[in-house]
Nanobody
Framework: QVQLVEAGGGLAQAGDSLRLSCVIS????????MGWFRRAPGKEREYVAA????????DYADSVKGRFTISRDNAKNTVYLRMNSLKPEDTAVYYC?????????????????WGQGTQVTVSS
């Protein structure tokens, strides 16, 4: 059974940086495309970024493009989300998700496994 565990969330001020990590256990990391999603208070879950199983292709939501960087280290079974120039509107619970396929999706339904989420709070 694949399990995902996120870490790295916390409190930040506008303009700060945080790095989230997502450790994959119970499966071979490279066989899973990975995505990051977030849910802000009172809002629906939204797509943030995604990366293919090999790490060769990436994608970002327009709202984070140029500020966030997704990467993965398959030798460590870990996916990262580097968040720079944080804004108050980035406040949300961030979830990583794994899809049993080499190619990612920007939609949540194709993902098979989800982490428990990590809270990111950005103050102005």
């Amino acid at each position: 059974q694949v399990q995902l565990v996120e870490a790295g969330g916390g409190l930040a001020q506008a303009g700060d940086s945080l790095r989230l990590s997502c450790v994959i256990s119970g499966g071979t990391s490279s066989t899973y495309a990975m995505g990051w999603f977030r849910r802000a208070p009172g809002k629906e879950r939204e797509y943030v970024a995604a990366i293919s199983g090999s790490g060769n292709t990436l994608d970002y939501a327009d709202s984070v493009k140029g500020r966030f960087t997704i990467s993965r280290d398959n030798a460590k079974n870990t996916v990262y989300l580097r968040m720079n120039s944080l804004k108050p509107e980035d406040t949300a619970v961030y979830y990583c998700a794994a899809r049993r396929a080499p190619n990612y999706s920007i939609y949540s339904s194709p993902y098979n496994y989800w982490g428990q989420g990590t809270q990111v709070t950005v103050s102005s």
